[in-house]
Structures are given as C-alpha cells and as structure tokens.
Nanobody, 126 residues
Framework: QLQASGGGLVQAGGSLRLSCAASGRAFSNYAMGWFRQAPGKEREFVAAISWNGGSTYYADSVKGRFTISRDNAKNTVYLQMNSLKPEDTAAYYC?????????????????????WGQGTQVTVSS
C-alpha cells in the first residue's frame, strides 16, 4: 500500500515536499516514481528513482526545480518541489515497480508500474 501526503495550496514560487510511505512490502525491492494529473489532462510522468536511489530521472518540465529521493530505512520516497508554477497544479501520485535486477533502473511509463498511491492535490496560485 502506498500513502501519499504533503500536498496543499501554495503561491507561485513556493515549495512543497511530497511524501509517499509504503507498507506491506520490502521497499528496497521497488523502483519508485511520481506522476501527476491535472483536470482534463492525461496522467504524466514527473520523476523516477531506482531502488537504491542511484539513478533518477525527471520530466523536462520539472528538471532543475523538483528533486526525487528515497529513504529505504523509512520506506518512503519524497518529491521536493521548488519554484512552483501554476502549471504544476495537479493531483500527484506515487507508484512502485517491482525490480528483478540489482541494476539501478528507473521507469518513466505509467504502464510500467505495479502499484499506485491514492494521490495528493497540489494547487499553485498565481
């Protein structure tokens, strides 16, 4: 089970940190990702991290502003969001993908993930 939290209302230029806590599975067996979905739009990739944190990848729209990280001891993945823009407004979802290798892979397609959290709303006012 994945539980996302940390969303809220923030002014443009502000920051938020999202958290996604995992339970019931060996967290280090999973690569993690963040996706978002704005009203009337398709779900889009935001950021991904390998099982050991050794590799990360970002959508161009958030590169340099967002940082994904994880703490396997706490079974939690984070998304630090800085310099927020109104176009970042969306429901943010964390996702987990079972790994089958020790390599530091990340995944950017929503179809590649096995489990999803319930979403946390981020609203950025102008």
């Amino acid at each position: 089970q994945l539980q996302a939290s940390g969303g809220g209302l923030v002014q443009a230029g502000g920051s938020l940190r999202l958290s996604c806590a995992a339970s019931g599975r060996a967290f280090s067996n999973y690569a993690m990702g963040w996706f978002r979905q704005a009203p009337g739009k398709e779900r889009e990739f935001v950021a991904a991290i390998s099982w050991n944190g050794g590799s990360t990848y970002y959508a161009d729209s958030v590169k340099g502003r967002f940082t994904i990280s994880r703490d396997n001891a706490k079974n939690t993945v984070y998304l630090q969001m800085n310099s927020l823009k109104p176009e970042d407004t969306a429901a943010y979802y964390c996702a987990a993908r079972r790994r089958y290798t020790s390599s530091s892979y990340y995944y950017t397609g929503s179809y590649e993930y096995d489990y999803w959290g319930q979403g946390t709303q981020v609203t950025v006012s102008s």
